[in-house]
């Protein structure tokens, strides 16, 4: 079966700029989650969305958004980019059987670079 | 809040070795562990997943171990090959349908 799908997978913004990245996750997968990963910072939550709302949200600026659409496929969107955006950002899908899961899976990511 | 740690930061072992990566979490309340393999500039590849009510995962020359109550996880590499070269991750989801992820141990098996 298909994996997780992110495009583009490189991106190049200059700072100020907005830009949408876009997840499609594993047929039947309903979760989807937003990662970001920097060198300084690790891994962290951006946002996690199940049919079509967003359930959970990290501590991240009102600049970063997201949606899911009725398919599952979901969107993020950074406004006003600035230098320190600059990261990998990864998507993953999960199967979930109530509040649990049973593991997610993740796309290749998408590398941001703003100059 | 919930805490993972990897121990070791950085691992170098020569081919053949077994090894042994640590895992912590501070908060016991978990759906679930994973770990997760990262090449340089990739995204994550998933190892194994152990549920709560489990205590280990095998998968080829792969064995993951969960403690819940001490908040301790270990995967054992047996025969280590160049191949293994990556970062691992450790992540721990529960309530808040999210996963928490360790800094990760960087291995390097040299030949």
């Known amino acids: 079966k298909a994996g997780v799908t992110q495009t583009p997978r490189y991106l190049i913004k200059t700072r100020g700029q907005q830009v949408t990245l876009s997840c499609s996750p594993i047929?039947?997968?309903?979760?989807v989650s937003w990662y970001q990963q920097t060198p300084g910072q690790g891994l962290q939550f951006l946002f996690e969305?199940?049919?079509?709302?967003?359930?959970n949200k990290g501590n991240f600026p009102g600049r970063f958004s997201g949606r899911q659409f009725s398919n599952s496929r979901s969107e993020m969107n950074v406004s006003t980019l600035e230098l320190g955006d600059s990261a990998l950002y990864l998507c993953?899908?999960?199967?979930?059987?109530?509040?649990?899961?049973?593991?997610?899976?993740f796309g290749s990511g998408t590398r941001l670079t703003v100059v | 809040k919930q805490e993972v740690t990897q121990i070791p930061a950085a691992l170098s072992v020569p081919e053949g070795e077994n090894l042994v990566l640590n895992c912590s979490f501070t908060?016991?309340?978990?759906?679930?562990l994973q770990w997760f393999r990262q090449d340089p500039g990739k995204g994550l590849t998933s190892l194994l997943l152990?549920?709560?009510?489990?205590r280990e995962q095998t998968s080829g020359r792969l064995n993951a171990s969960l403690d819940k109550s001490s908040g301790r996880s270990t995967l054992y590499i047996a025969a280590s090959q160049p191949g293994d070269s990556a970062t691992y991750l450790c992540?721990?989801?529960?309530?808040?349908?999210?996963?928490?992820f360790g800094t990760g141990t960087r291995l390097q098996v040299t030949l």
């Open positions: 152990i549920q709560s009510s489990q």
């Open positions: 993953a899908s999960s199967l979930l059987a109530g509040e649990a899961n049973y593991g997610y899976t």
């Open positions: 969305y199940f049919s079509e709302t967003q359930r």
């Open positions: 992540a721990v989801s529960g309530t808040a349908s999210k996963l928490t």
């Open positions: 047929s039947g997968h309903r979760s």
């Open positions: 908060d016991s309340a978990i759906y679930n």
